[in-house]
């Protein structure tokens, strides 16, 4: 099992940015693919973005490509995930979860979550 908690969020305007991170405590970090899922409220678990163990390969829901970038540090048991061109869609509790499977996208495949950080885009 590992921890994770994430930080970073926090309130922008539209086309601002923002950087999340994600640190993992507890088992080896680098056995593990990250994935950044989000959840805006009486809506379902989205995906978007995943990362494989030693960052060779990354993943991305259609809704965010080309303005979400994830990255992870396996030194400092980090992943990140950099947000740019930000749109009110983009409001949502922001979670990150470790998975040893090779389905990304789905929630089914992750095994551990963090808290989440609320992320607000405001017009």
């Known amino acids: 099992q590992v921890t994770l908690v994430e930080s970073g969020g926090g309130s922008v305007q539209t086309g601002g940015s923002l950087r999340l991170s994600c640190v993992a405590s507890?088992?080896?970090?680098?056995?593990?693919?990250m994935g950044w899922f989000r959840q805006a409220p009486g809506k379902e678990r989205e995906f978007v973005a995943a990362?494989?163990?030693?960052?060779?390969?990354?993943y991305y829901g259609d809704s965010v490509k080309g303005r979400f970038t994830i990255s992870r540090d396996n030194a400092k048991n980090t992943v990140y995930l950099q947000m740019n061109s930000l749109k009110p869609e983009d409001t949502a509790v922001y979670y990150c979860?470790?998975?040893?499977?090779?389905?990304?996208?789905?929630?089914?495949?992750?095994?551990?979550w963090g808290r989440g950080t609320q992320v607000t885009v405001s017009s």
């Open positions: 979860a470790a998975t040893i499977s090779g389905n990304y996208y789905w929630t089914g495949s992750y095994n551990d």
């Open positions: 507890g088992r080896t970090f680098s056995s593990y693919a």
């Open positions: 990362i494989r163990y030693s960052g060779e390969s990354a």
